[in-house]
């Protein structure tokens, strides 16, 4: 550091000369650091604008993510809603077929039980109670059954008729009356031919 008082005394040349150097090399390292600072504050302001785009990127960011946040949390809402939706839909689907196999199953039931009714009623009809054939042989029913078809043509009718009525698939059919009906309508036939 110089003295000033120094300075404003000195006389000599020289002591001028070296405080003019001196004062010389002082400003240019002012101006150096003055520069030095400038570029610092240029560092700063370029890196406080850096820092408020990035800040400004992420507070959209930030604003996006929570719209899209809010976005899927909605469309979550929505498909648990729909979820539990369908889930009552199914059960009350899945209650309703099980309420419809329990009924087939009841149907199917009083269906074998009066099948089986039918059948015996059908057998004790055709047996009697001693377990004997009630009509014999069968020509005397068959011959009922055929009485007065005595052409060809209401021979044919009477022979549909009674498949309609007899056949072992209709509720009322009878197998062994069908192989009867059908000796029977093949013998009128041949007896007419």
């Known amino acids: 550091m110089i003295d000033w008082e120094d300075v404003l005394n000195a006389t000599d040349e020289d002591d001028l000369k070296d405080v003019k150097t001196w004062l010389f090399q002082e400003n240019m390292r002012l101006q150096q650091e003055k520069a030095s600072l400038a570029l610092e504050r240029e560092d700063v302001a370029k890196e406080k604008q850096n820092l408020d785009a990035a800040l400004d990127k992420f507070n959209t960011e930030r604003s996006n993510?929570?719209?899209?946040?809010?976005?899927?949390?909605?469309?979550?809402?929505?498909?648990?809603?729909?979820?539990?939706?369908?889930?009552?839909?199914?059960?009350?689907?899945?209650?309703?077929?099980?309420?419809?196999?329990?009924q087939l199953d009841l149907d199917r039931k009083r269906l074998e039980r009066e099948r089986l009714l039918f059948e015996n009623e059908r057998d004790s009809f055709y047996h009697g109670?001693?377990?004997?054939?009630?009509?014999g042989d069968g020509s005397d029913v068959v011959?009922?059954?055929?009485?007065?078809?005595?052409?060809?043509?209401?021979?044919?009718?009477?022979?549909?008729?009674?498949?309609?009525?007899?056949?072992?698939?209709?509720?009322?059919?009878?197998?062994?009356?069908v192989q009867m009906i059908n000796k029977e309508f093949s013998r009128r036939k041949r007896e007419e031919a």
Request: proline share 2%.
């Open 129 to 135: 109670r001693s377990g004997m054939n009630f009509f």
């Open 65 to 102: 993510f929570k719209d899209e946040m809010n976005l899927l949390n909605h469309r979550s809402a929505m498909e648990r809603q729909r979820l539990k939706e369908e889930k009552v839909f199914f059960e009350k689907k899945l209650s309703i077929l099980q309420n419809g196999f329990l």
């Open 143 to 177: 011959g009922l059954l055929f009485r007065n078809a005595t052409n060809p043509l209401t021979l044919r009718k009477r022979y549909k008729d009674l498949m309609k009525i007899f056949h072992p698939d209709n509720i009322a059919g009878d197998e062994e009356l």
